[in-house]
């Protein structure tokens, strides 16, 4: 039976799998340190679309039928689809998750989506729910720069605290047949509000929700820092994580030798001029699936808590002086490896 942890995570008596993923990327993202662990890049943004927000959907359809082509498993194995992006109306999952033909749930997490949709795929399978669960999630820089700040002709001045959007989609086939890595666990974060609101340094805005929920993992789950190989954030940036490092310290505890954060790993910041480093959804779920799930499946980890993070903002909140929120959300991933 599974077990409920303390305030806000769950234990799972039998832990689902990580059956297989699938990640795709950008031309830029390429071209950083990740680039060649990556399932699928192109040179062409646009994915052959007339529209970013329709390359962002061809993204997420080539990132579920990645996952499911290396399972062997067609789309009608698969229950439900928890599917979200950054847009409004989730008009890139509307897009991408319409030929699968899969009964989908539409998810908003801001850049934490990758973690909501994971914490829900495996809670359906252990809850016996369904065999087959996919969880996809996708960013573009384009769209995002499109939406949320300004067009790109206008040429505006970056500040150093700003992050990249990154252009990818990552998608995860959830299931109970056993496979190299398995969810045993989950901490579902809750809002957290430092009333911040600039919109151009988002690690500051996530920084408070990311100890928050690693805190409340550590506390629910009654463990220490070091019963963790990583504790790895989904895009803090070089600004965001300095400030996680402080306040996880002004609570008694310290994960600076554990930490890692998937906007800092996926472009390197002394050539391809990313600021603070890597953001978006797509962020932290392409670094999943390409960087850190194969160090899991290989047992080089054998305990990773992984926790997305994001900025719950939108351009009405913003253009009305509102404040930008911030939530994360941990997944514990195991190795079953040895």
């Known amino acids: 039976?599974?077990?409920?942890?303390?305030?806000?995570?769950?234990?799972?008596?039998?832990?689902?799998?990580?059956?297989?993923?699938?990640?795709?990327?950008?031309?830029?993202?390429?071209?950083?340190?990740?680039?060649?662990?990556?399932?699928?890049?192109?040179?062409?943004?646009?994915?052959?679309?007339?529209?970013w927000e329709a390359a962002e959907g061809?993204?997420?359809?080539?990132?579920?039928?990645?996952?499911?082509?290396?399972?062997?498993?067609?789309?009608?194995?698969?229950?439900?689809?928890?599917?979200?992006?950054?847009?409004?109306?989730?008009?890139?999952?509307?897009?991408?998750?319409?030929?699968?033909?899969?009964?989908?749930?539409g998810l908003f997490g801001a850049c934490s989506t990758s973690g909501e949709g994971l914490a829900l795929a495996a809670m359906a399978v252990a809850g016996g729910f369904g065999d087959r669960m996919l969880a996809v999630t996708s960013s573009h820089f384009a769209s995002a720069e499109k939406e949320f700040r300004f067009p790109l002709d206008y040429a505006n001045q970056r500040p150093l605290s700003a992050s990249w959007t990154v252009t990818g989609s990552g998608a995860?086939?959830?299931g109970n047949q056993k496979s190299p890595?398995?969810?045993?666990?989950?901490?579902?974060?809750?809002?957290?509000?430092?009333?911040?609101?600039?919109?151009?340094n988002m690690g500051a805005c996530m920084a408070p929700a990311a100890c928050d929920t690693i805190l409340r993992n550590l506390e629910d789950f009654g463990r220490k820092e070091e019963d963790y190989d990583r504790i790895v954030t989904g895009d803090l940036g070089y600004v965001g994580q300095s400030i996680l490092f402080d306040l996880i310290r002004k609570n008694g505890r310290d994960i600076k030798e554990q930490h890692m954060d998937c906007g800092m790993l996926i472009f390197d910041q002394r050539t391809q001029n990313t600021s603070a480093g890597g953001s978006g959804c797509g962020c932290a779920a392409v670094t999943l699936a390409a960087y850190i799930l194969p160090r899991l499946a290989a047992g080089?980890?054998?305990?990773?808590?992984?926790?997305?993070?994001?900025?719950?903002?939108?351009?009405?909140?913003?253009?009305?002086?509102?404040s930008v929120p911030g939530i994360a959300h941990g997944i514990v991933l195991e190795s079953c490896a040895g």
């Open 172 to 174: 995860f086939l959830v």
């Open 58 to 105: 061809v993204m997420q359809q080539m990132a579920c039928m990645l996952a499911l082509k290396k399972a062997k498993e067609p789309p009608e194995k698969v229950r439900y689809l928890f599917g979200g992006d950054l847009l409004r109306q989730g008009i890139a999952t509307s897009k991408g998750a319409k030929e699968l033909e899969i009964p989908l749930f």
């Open 1 to 51: 039976m599974n077990q409920v942890m303390g305030t806000q995570s769950i234990s799972f008596a039998v832990p689902p799998y990580i059956l297989s993923s699938g990640c795709v990327a950008g031309k830029k993202e390429k071209e950083g340190p990740l680039g060649r662990l990556f399932d699928k890049t192109s040179e062409d943004d646009l994915f052959g679309e007339n529209t």
């Open 300 to 322: 080089e980890w054998k305990r990773v808590l992984f926790v997305p993070t994001g900025a719950l903002m939108s351009t009405v909140s913003y253009n009305e002086g509102e």
């Open 181 to 200: 890595v398995r969810i045993t666990g989950v901490t579902i974060g809750k809002i957290v509000d430092y009333g911040l609101k600039d919109s151009q």
